[in-house]
């Protein structure tokens, strides 16, 4: 939990049963807070130098490359392979084998030795062995009409169509970015304490700001000219993210606390702000008219989502106009239209709470220091039976009125057999709910409860009893001290559905334009508009990007 202790003035937080709701968690944008702005700042900082010493690449973009650069006192390189792949074989989804693109983000400068072996490595991705020098593995796939349109339009001396630029939005996107020692690479442990590195997420974030910077590179190769710095600057990384990262915000309870209490912690900061500067004010206009214009760009498929962005196309300009210079000038504007709020969207809400921090970054910035945490959950076993029932009756009566029959037990989640991902399935049309995972963490502490009803003594007691309340007992626990720890919802009734959690989770990456395939998985893009290599000196205004005129 944030020290109250040294903090500045500030209006009280928004409460968890507001905050922690699926729906208010699906409607996430990113803020000057997600780890890839983070980042971008830590860079600028030291004003990072990217080098490429090795471009070893045919005509057609197929070979290797290593791009460097030095965060912190510490060496690193990322490694990219580009293989060429049949058409037949190009798919973003998780049976995949083969990929357009491979990478490893490597801890040092490798050796000739060293990028031999990730060259032979990294297209093989989990099938293939790496060490702990290996800090994250990566695989992308092209965006073929994308590529093959600015390559031909560079061949031919032009700039690519700026409509393409912008409706597409990036040259590849990846379809995975691994760290924290998967497949054998190396530990988060390795490089958490290391300058520019210890936030959650950022050696991922970093390999991903190198991706980005090496598809504009290929592009420019085998179109044998130069993008234009608008249209790179436009072009980010895609991402095709499914379930397999739904249930991480369910098994890290602690993270997930600290993430959401920075954030509203941030809210509340700027919700006490006295006055805004004629600079803040004339910032927060122009927010309002990018934000504008990022709707206007943001288009989808999936009829839920692009209805979505349809009342927010209607509602915004409501909102601009309740903007007076009296409202801006008045005292505790940014509370007030926080507060007013209230009256539009959900996603509207949240959209406007996102676009109220990015003037204060003075005041907020620091706060990203808490995003990590050295906190676990914790048992209590010397806690009494009451005063366990007086937290559940506190903190999950909504999940005690819920019946867990029928509609409110409609799913399950599991694991599959043959790529070890999270799935979720139909209770009452498919197999398996016997080998359900345990993420039905309402229906558990309503089972505790009901066994706690009547019992005396301590915890410790109780659960030799009931063993099987052991991990309820510890969640119950921690939410009483990490208030933003739950998702305050049923994860296995009929209307869960997990793109919300996967919303959450990548607007805290900074990803944005949202294209939803299905209720479980989407398409985004990460890092457009963020600077290139030798941008860093502009590197922290690219809030909601649009695409050059």
């Not at 060490?131 to 593995?137: A, F, G």
């Not at 390795?190 to 991922?204: C, Y």
């Not at 239209?337 to 676009?355: G, K, N």
């Not at 990590?372 to 029932?389: E, K, N, R, S, V």
Request: charged share 25%; net charge negative.
């Amino acid at each position: 939990m944030l020290d109250d202790t040294t903090h500045p003035p500030q209006m009280p937080l928004r409460p968890p049963s507001q905050v922690m709701r699926l729906r208010r968690m699906g409607a996430a944008f990113p803020t000057r807070l997600s780890f890839l702005r983070t980042l971008m700042r830590s860079l600028a900082v030291e004003n990072v130098a990217v080098t490429r010493p090795v471009w070893s690449m045919c005509a057609e973009g197929f070979g290797h490359a290593v791009y460097t650069l030095k965060l912190g006192g510490f060496d690193y390189a990322l490694v990219a392979v580009s293989t060429n792949l049949p058409p037949e074989m190009r798919t973003d989804r998780v049976i995949a084998t083969a990929w357009d693109t491979a990478y490893v983000l490597y801890d040092g400068i490798p050796d000739a030795d060293e990028i031999a072996r990730i060259v032979a490595a990294a297209p093989k991705q989990e099938a293939a062995r790496f060490t702990e020098r290996d800090l994250v593995l990566s695989r992308a796939n092209k965006s073929v009409r994308l590529f093959d349109h600015v390559t031909s339009a560079l061949r031919a001396g032009a700039q690519p169509d700026p409509e393409m630029i912008r409706n597409i939005g990036y040259l590849m996107r990846t379809t995975a970015v691994y760290g924290n020692g998967k497949f054998g690479i190396a530990d988060r442990d390795r490089i958490a304490e290391r300058p520019g590195l210890e936030g959650p997420f950022m050696v991922e974030m970093l390999a991903v700001w190198l991706i980005r910077g090496f598809t504009h590179d290929l592009a420019e190769h085998v179109g044998q000219g130069t993008l234009s710095r608008a249209a790179k600057r436009h072009l980010g990384i895609g991402n095709s993210t499914g379930l397999g990262m739904a249930p991480f915000l369910v098994s890290h309870p602690m993270l997930l606390d600290a993430w959401m209490q920075v954030r509203e912690t941030a809210i509340a900061r700027v919700r006490a702000v006295t006055a805004l500067t004629p600079e803040q004010i004339e910032q927060l206009y122009a927010l309002i008219a990018r934000a504008a214009q990022h709707m206007a760009e943001w288009n989808v498929l999936d009829e839920i989502a692009a209805a979505r962005i349809a009342t927010l196309r209607r509602e915004w300009p409501e909102f601009a106009a309740t903007l007076t210079p009296e409202l801006m000038l008045s005292e505790r504007s940014i509370d007030t239209i926080i507060t007013r709020s209230a009256a539009y969207s959900i996603d509207c809400q949240e959209l406007i709470a996102a676009m109220c921090l990015e003037p204060f970054g003075d005041l907020i910035d620091g706060l990203t220091s808490c995003m990590a945490t050295p906190f676990t959950p914790q048992l209590d076993p010397a806690m009494l039976c009451q005063d366990l029932g007086d937290l559940i009756a506190r903190d999950w009566a909504w999940a005690c009125d819920t019946a867990f029959t029928g509609r409110d037990c409609a799913q399950f989640w599991y694991v599959s057999e043959e790529k070890q991902e999270p799935r979720l399935g139909d209770r009452y049309l498919e197999a398996g709910a016997e080998l359900e995972s345990p993420l039905d963490i309402a229906r558990q502490v309503k089972s505790l409860a009901a066994d706690l009803s009547g019992q005396t003594g301590t915890v410790a007691t109780f659960l030799t009893q009931f063993p099987q309340h052991r991990a309820a007992t510890r969640r119950a626990q921690t939410l009483a001290h990490h208030p933003y720890a739950e998702i305050r919802d049923n994860l296995i009734g009929e209307e869960c559905l997990p793109i919300d959690m996967l919303r959450c989770k990548l607007g805290f990456f900074g990803a944005a334009k949202f294209d939803p395939k299905s209720d479980r998985w989407t398409r985004i893009t990460l890092a457009q508009g963020a600077p290139l290599f030798d941008e860093l000196d502009n590197a922290d205004d690219w809030w909601l990007p649009v695409a050059p005129i």
